[in-house]
């Protein structure tokens, strides 16, 4: 049988290993710096696919809208098929916008979070680590550029302004995981 003393031993014990491994307090704040970081993250996220979802349904009411103008004013005539055309060109880029805003917009939350990071890392910070967080505010700004040269392109050249627009993107995302790899220590 357990002894009265081998009992109070153990509760000693178990109560001296629970208080020395009770977490730290400074952990727990940077934990919670973190946790409200992700969340602000994923708040902008969420609000990048509203927007581009909205911008999706205001280009389909107006391609809808135009499609029932031409049809009254053209009927099937040569001249409402080239409006027509038109319409879905309009229509195509303004959901490409959307959705290429949407993604922009995500990777500057994930750019927010790494500088946050960054700097509550403070002097720990590599050198590595703020080289590649400075390399995403260079690459993101040939992206806003691109993105305002987008306006700009004619229909002939819309193809190949797309194509160059994906690759500063995919440019910047490959960019911000090498940079989050370097602040996060993977």
Do not use: H
Request: glycine share 6%; proline share 1%.
């Amino acid at each position: 049988m357990i002894s009265y003393r081998t009992l109070l031993t153990a509760g000693a014990l178990f109560a001296a290993a629970s208080v020395g491994c009770s977490s730290d307090p400074n952990k727990k704040v940077k934990q919670a710096r973190v946790d409200e970081i992700e969340a602000r993250r994923d708040a902008k996220d969420d609000d990048a696919e509203r927007e581009r979802e909205r911008a999706e349904d205001a280009a389909g009411r107006e391609r809808a809208a135009r499609d029932a103008e031409a049809e009254v004013r053209y009927g099937s005539s040569a001249a409402g098929a080239r409006a027509e055309a038109e319409a879905r060109m309009t229509e195509s880029r303004k959901t490409y916008r959307a959705r290429l805003d949407e993604r922009v917009q995500k990777l500057d939350a994930r750019a927010a979070e790494l500088r946050a990071k960054l700097v509550e890392a403070g002097p720990k910070a590599t050198t590595d680590a703020r080289d590649r967080v400075e390399a995403i505010r260079n690459q993101r700004e040939l992206v806003g550029r691109g993105r305002d040269e987008l306006g700009r392109v004619s229909d002939d050249g819309w193809e190949t302004a797309r194509r160059g627009m994906d690759a500063r993107v995919d440019d910047l995302e490959a960019i911000i995981k090498r940079a989050a790899d370097s602040v996060e220590g993977r």
